[in-house]
Each structure stands twice: as C-alpha cells, then as structure tokens.
C-alpha cells in the first residue's frame, strides 16, 4: 500500500512515470524508504510513516533548515493525508559507514577524522539557525526538552534496561537521583535553541565529502549539550578521549558565531582553560542521561524485540558510563553502575547470557556470510565451509562498464566505476532483490542457528559488476549480527572480515 501510494505520489509531482522503486533497509523506526526512479533516471527518496504529525514535523523543520542553508534533504511534494513525502536522495553512504575502518580499529584517518570535523561544525548552525523565528509547537511529539520527557527516557532505562536484566534496585533511591538529575538537565536547557534529538553518525549522510543531516523529525527546543553527547558517545563510534576533545574544540570554536562562551556556558567572566572546563562538566550529565536512554533502546530492541544486534552496543554504553563515574550529586546511580550492572558487563562480556534473555537462544550463535565476486570464465568459487547451499547471483545482465577504455583498467571499487553502474544501470532493482532474498534467507539461519552462508556474484571478468554488488551487499548486511567475510577472487587473494 505504502509503495503504491508513493508511486503515486511520485507521478503526480514530476508529471512522468516511475521506471524503478526500490524498498530500503529499515533502521530504528517504523518508518519506510523507497528509492524511486522516474523515465529520466533521476532518483527521489520516497517515505512512508505511520504518523502523520510526526511526518509533517520533519517537513516543517526541513523547510527550515533549507531557509537557514543547512545541509539536509529537500521536501519536494507531500501526500494529503501526509503519511507520505518525497525528499532529496542523498545516496548510500552515512558517516556511520565511512568512519567504519577508524571504528573497528579506533585509529581513524585523517580523511574521516575530516568528516567528523565538517559534521560537528555544522552542529551550533543547526541549533542556533534553526531556533530563528521557528515555531517549536510544530514539533513532535512536544516542542520543548522538559521534566515530562526526561522522566520518559529515565523510564524507559528503568523498564528497558533495570527490570529486563533483572537488576535489583532501590526504587526511592533511584527515583530520589532521577529527580535530582532532572533537575540538573533542566537547569542546563533553558536556551533559546534547537536540539536535533538524534544527532549521532547514522543520521548524517556524505555527499561529495561534505555532511547533510537527516532523521530530525524528534528535534525539539533544548539544550545544547544534548546532541554533542548523542554524537560524540554514540556506542559504537568507538571514539578514543583525545578524538573527543579535537572534536569538542571545534565545535566551541564554532559556537563562538552565536554567543560568547562565557556568556553561553558559565555566564560569568573566565579563563579559556576554565570555560572550557566548565562546559565539560556540564556535558557529563547529558551524556550520562543518553547513555541510560540509549541502554533502556538497546534493551527494548535487543529483547522485546528481539533484535538481539542491538544486544551487542550494551557493553559499550556501559563502558562509556563507567568513565563518566562518580557523580556526587547522584550517589545511588552511581553506586548502582558501580556494582549491579558493572557485574552485567562482566558476565557478558561475550554477549552470551545476554542473548539468552531472547527467546531463542539460537539467534545468538555466530553466523558467517561469506561473499565473494569472480569471474564465470574461471570456473565458480568454492563455498568455505563445504556445506553446500547458498546463493549464486548473475550480474551479466547489467550494463557492463568494462565495454569502455575508461573504466577498463579499473574495478568496481574505484567511484567512477560506481557512478556509472548506479547511473547507468538496472543496479538499484537487481540489488533490491538480492536483499530481500537474502534479509528472508538469514532471518530463517539466524533464528535455526546455522552458521554459514555463502553469496556468490559473478560476471564476464570478475572486476566490476560482480565486485560493486559483493561490495554493497557486504555493506547492507552490517545490520545483522553476523560475520562478513568479503573477498574478491580475481584481483584480491586477501579475505576481508567486516
């Protein structure tokens, strides 16, 4: 219905009909992502959501953004019952997955370390600009970051997180330091700016090596401490504490267009060395609050949900919680981080006993993905861990760049060989069916407990179509918890575990 509908939409707004619609990977939400292609080849995002005033909040502050020059999508058209909206596509490629070598390995380059400067710099645009003569009783679900939705996401770490894992606790005193630490929030967010609520690597999109925003439908007016915790304590960042202060720096830097530090942060005439020190101090308590609202989602997800990867972000929002300790203004927190839910972290340090709050406990044995390109005239690869099985997915009937001198020297790996297969291809459709084969296919080995699966793409020679599909699909299936081991046969003896 959603996708019918957005065809629909589609045609009316660009007066021509739609050649290709492809169904994207969902996230966190209910939300659901087209990417629909008319007779011109030209792509647009189509969204469908199952609310009508969340989805005309992100119109309105899309609007806004674009009147500001904040880098975000476009809203070129909206259905009448507003379920639906046309917005710019952006591409593939977040700073989640670009950043994706210096997260695995905590050392990041200077090209993505670039890209989390360009990010965070845009940060006090977005929450000063925003905030000009902007209406926030346009937001959703509330216009401003107050008692009511502090208390909410207190909850939710409490329901989510404490009783799902079954914490003991002593409900006075966690009630007593969730009233105190509201009352410490709330004295931080009386500013006049805008809090983009979910600001974090997943919500940021590369496009031509500069950022532009997306998901800001949640943002409300708030607290500028807020979205610097969400984006530079994000749990699977993997952030080391010098990144963080390169990163900080930067963004006071900028901040300094809008107000004064002194007169921002600690309202009184200081030294750079201690504004800079009380801004920290003040940026503990949000990223504490985040790390328990972010551990109550991983909770919800990873058990009632039954999305057992999210299982996997717990220990590391538990481990930036332990730095944050001791606050003395919220001792029985403290003490309970300290001995109760450390003892989590200890015990589950593999995920194992986590994973056995699921329903099935088979969901949590390692599966490995095993994709490979090559080329047909040498014969088909073979499958690791000769069980058999699998899948083998033909790529010649995609128009191969290799029939030009341009790209004959050069692979799928290598971007103008990937603008001309997304151009001037059938790519987007062909891929769209591997996924959901294989999104059906591993939702069946994840719950059985298979451990293996093989996805092979082959082509003339192995070097373009085949790689630009093992490549994306490797990228795709990041969301599960899984191992990948990508490998392309007839230039890279190399296997790649992602």
Known sequence: MSEKKLISLYEDYAKSSVSTICCLAQAGSNRQYFRIFGENGKSLIGVAGTSAKENEAFVKIAQQFENQAIPAPKVFAVSADKLCYLQTDLGDATLFDEIKNGRKSGEFSSYEKELLRKTIACLPDIQFKTARKFDFSLCYPQPAFDRRNVFFDLNYFKYNFLKLFGVEFDEIALEKDFEQLAEILLQLSDTETFMYRDFQSRNVMIKNGEPFFIDFQGGRKGAIYYDIASFLWQAKANFSDELREELIDVYLENLQKYATLNS??????????????????????????????????????????????????IPLALKNVRKMLPFAELPYLTELFSTQITQIERTNADNTNLCKSVESESACLKLTVQIESFSYKKGLPKDNSDNGGGYIFDCRAIYNPGRFDEYKNLTGLDTPVKEFIENSTNIHEFLANVYAIIDKHLEVFLKRGFTHLAVFFGCTGGQHRSVYCAESLAKYLQKYPIEIQLRHREFENAINTI
């Open 264 to 313: 921002l942060i600690c309202r009184r005439s200081m030294s750079e060395a201690e504004t800079k020190a009380c801004f920290i101090k003040k940026l503990r308590y949000f990223v504490f609050f985040r790390q328990m609202q972010t551990l109550g989602a991983y909770g919800f997800r990873g058990i009632f949900e039954k999305k057992t990867y999210f299982l996997q972000s």
